[in-house]
Structure formats: structure tokens, C-alpha cells
């Protein structure tokens, strides 16, 4: 089960061998900086990521939602080792994966264990290959596929994938985008993955096309064994694949829970305004008002003091100008057992939130 444990409580994370997760992640940050002047110098920072914590339990995926800029893609990045952490732990089964960094040959193999699948699949293909070529040479290079085994394989991952036999010698402009996806997802697999971050994988594909790839994803994830860092905009197709929702605003994580919890009982009012987003049919339900956001998301360079949140939020109160609040459990579950539904909101946790959000 993918579960998480609160911002500022990592450190009692005391785990035996059954309960390691897969992927373990503490109050991990990205900051890049940003240049300016006419020598040029750093003048400040962007905070894409900015003190994230959670793991996920093999088997299962951990579902990451938030609009647009909010550190979502940065944060799988760094999981798949594409991007070095400004500071925070990444672990693998247990392994801290900054102290492996020395060791090249174990670095290497654990490397092919966590893959992505990117948004656009096109501009992960290289347009010069034949998609034979671009799945066959990390097989070889990585010794899981000889050179006589290599085709057999491929085909094999093609028809999990559910690409034709006859398209191997094919090169990537000569797919559909639901093609393209396929072979995205036939490459991540190629090196026999544990974990995939799928880095909103269906955004920029057709609502029809869409409903197929995460069908796929949920099937190979049932099929292997995989376990899943799903990564979305909107809550929809999040809920559908994930078992547990972290919610990003703003570098941060400011809600927690299983997928059926966050999106029946949502307590962020952010998190509450990115399901009044979700389409609903032609329904009653449809004519309630909505409560749309206002604005835009803020500035990573220069967050808002205090909860991130505020400037857009209609219940923000003086408090939340002022402290940043940590990730709590609302429901005394234990994180590490799962289940725990958790919250960055003062007023929620003050416990006036009910009546204000409800
Ligand atoms: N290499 C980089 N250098 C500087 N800033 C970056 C870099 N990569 C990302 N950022 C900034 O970090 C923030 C988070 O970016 P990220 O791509 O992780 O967002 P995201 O949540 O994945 O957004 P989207 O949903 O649009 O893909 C953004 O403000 C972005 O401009
Ligand atoms: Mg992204």
C-alpha cells in the first residue's frame, strides 16, 4: 500500500524487512537557480520542489496531482535518477540511493529498476531509429537481452503492450500518439522495471485513447507486479489508477489519503477546488454551483509566507499568512500501516475546517 508520513515525523519511520517500501522519499528539494545581472551570478532560486516526503509499497501507485508548475514532473525525476536531489533521501528498497552513488556497477543496475514514461512520447524517441534499434540497445548495453534473444524479447513486450508484431522495423513518426505511448511504456519496460513514474502519460492523447493506456497501465502493473508513481493534472484519471493521492501545491505536499478518501472526503480546500474541476455528466450534480479556482498558481522563486495556499484561498484566516503548516493524519491511523488521511491546513487541523469547508 503506498502511504506517507508526515512532513516532520520521518525521522520515527522505523520499518521492518515486510513493511519496507519500494520507494522511500524524505523532505526531498529541488532548488534551481535562477541567473541574472550582466556577470552573471545567482540571484535567487526556484523552489520546484521544496521538502517532500512519501513512499510507496511495492504493487501498489501513489497518484501525484497539482496544477501546472507546482513540482510534480521534478519530483519523478529524481526518482529515476535523471536529476541529482538539492537535498532530502531517495530509497530503494530500503537503500539510500546518494550513498550507492559509489559504487557505479550497483548504481547502474538499480538505474534500469526505476524508468519513466514521459508526457510526450515523441520527444523521448529518437527520430532516427527504428523502434526495433531504440528498445534493443539499452537491452543490450544492460546485458538483459543477448543479441540472437533480443527480437523475441522485443515482441514479447510489444504484444503486453499491445503494439503490432509487424511495426519492429517502424520509426517513431510513422505511430499514432497512442502508438507512441505504447512504445513509451514497451521501453520503460524493456529494462524490467519495479517502479515507473508515469509522468502524465495520457494528457496529450485522445479521451478514447486515453482510457486505453491507463487500462494498459493498470493491467502490466497487475501483470508484473509494478509499482507506480501515476503523475496528473486533474484528479479523474489520478483516482482511477492510484491506490493513494498526494496532492502538490507549490513545491509542497498539502493533502494525503487513500485515492476513495480524497476523492469522497477532500479537506484542503485546494484539493476540494481540483475536484470541482473534474467534468461531471449532465446531472443534477453538474448544475450545483462551482467553486472554480481564482488566480494563478504563485511564484516557486518566491513563494507565499506561511501556507502556500493562502492568496488563492477563500477561508484563509491571519495564521495562515504566518505558519507553514506541516502535514498532519486527521485520523489517528497510524502513517506507517497506510490508511492515514493527512493535511497541511491550519484551519482545517484547528478543527473549525469541517464547519468552513463542509
Ligand atoms: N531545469 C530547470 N531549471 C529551472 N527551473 C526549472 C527547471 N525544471 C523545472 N523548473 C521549474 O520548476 C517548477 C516545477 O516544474 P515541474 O516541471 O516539476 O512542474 P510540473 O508540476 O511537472 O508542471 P506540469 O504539470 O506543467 O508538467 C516550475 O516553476 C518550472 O519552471
Ligand atoms: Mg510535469
Keep these: ?97 546518494a550513498a550507492l552513488q559509489k559504487n557505479k556497477k550497483e548504481m547502474q543496475r538499480i538505474r534500469t529498476k526505476l524508468q519513466m514514461v514521459f508526457q510526450d512520447p515523441y520527444s523521448s524517441l529518437n527520430p532516427r531509429k527504428h523502434i526495433f534499434e531504440i528498445l534493443a540497445q539499452p537491452m543490450l548495453y544492460h546485458g538483459i537481452s543477448g543479441k540472437d534473444t533480443a ?81 496528473g493534472h486533474g484528479l479523474g484519471a489520478v483516482n482511477y489508477v492510484s491506490d493513494c493521492i498526494a496532492v502538490m501545491y507549490l513545491g509542497k505536499i498539502v493533502e494525503y489519503g487513500k485515492a476513495k478518501e480524497i476523492f469522497n472526503n477532500p479537506v484542503h480546500p485546494y484539493t476540494k477546488a481540483l475536484l470541482e474541476a473534474v467534468p461531471v455528466p449532465d446531472t443534477q450534480e453538474k448544475k450545483k454551483e462551482r467553486r472554480l479556482l481564482q488566480g494563478e498558481i504563485g511564484s516557486s522563486t518566491n513563494p507565499p509566507e506561511g501556507c502556500r495556499f493562502h492568496t488563492r484561498c477563500p477561508y484563509a484566516q491571519e495564521k495562515c499568512r504566518q505558519e507553514v503548516p506541516a502535514l498532519t ?23 473549525v475546517g469541517e464547519a468552513v469547508h463542509g
Design 151 to 231: 527480437e523475441k524479447d522485443i515482441l514479447k513486450i510489444f504484444d503486453m503492450v499491445g503494439l503490432p508484431r509487424t511495426a519492429l522495423g517502424r520509426y517513431p513518426h510513422e505511430f499514432s500518439g497512442g502508438q507512441r505511448q505504447r512504445i513509451g511504456i514497451a521501453k520503460a519496460l524493456s529494462l524490467n522495471p519495479e517502479f515507473i513514474v508515469c509522468d502524465e502519460p495520457v494528457s496529450a492523447l485522445d479521451v478514447s485513447i486515453q482510457a486505453q493506456i491507463l487500462n494498459l497501465l493498470k493491467d502490466l502493473q497487475k501483470e508484473l507486479g509494478l509499482t507506480l508513481l501515476f503523475v
Design 329 to 351: 493524519s486527521l485520523n489517528c491511523v497510524d502513517a506507517k500501516k497506510g490508511g492515514a488521511h493527512m493535511v497541511a491546513c491550519p484551519v482545517v487541523l484547528s478543527g
Design 1 to 97: 500500500m503506498a502511504e506517507l508520513y508526515g512532513q516532520a515525523g520521518m525521522g520515527e519511520a522505523m520499518l521492518d524487512e515486510n513493511t519496507i517500501p519500494l520507494i522511500q522519499v524524505e523532505n526531498l528539494k529541488k532548488y534551481y537557480p535562477v541567473r541574472g545581472g550582466i556577470i552573471t551570478h545567482t540571484t535567487g532560486y526556484v523552489k520546484a520542489v521544496d521538502g517532500v516526503s512519501f513512499s510507496v509499497m511495492r504493487g501498489q501507485t501513489l497518484g501525484l496531482v497539482g496544477e501546472s508548475g507546482c513540482g510534480k514532473s521534478t519530483v519523478g525525476r529524481q526518482l529515476v535518477g535523471l536529476e541529482e536531489p538539492t537535498e532530502g533521501r531517495i530509497y530503494y528498497n530500503g537503500c539510500d540511493l
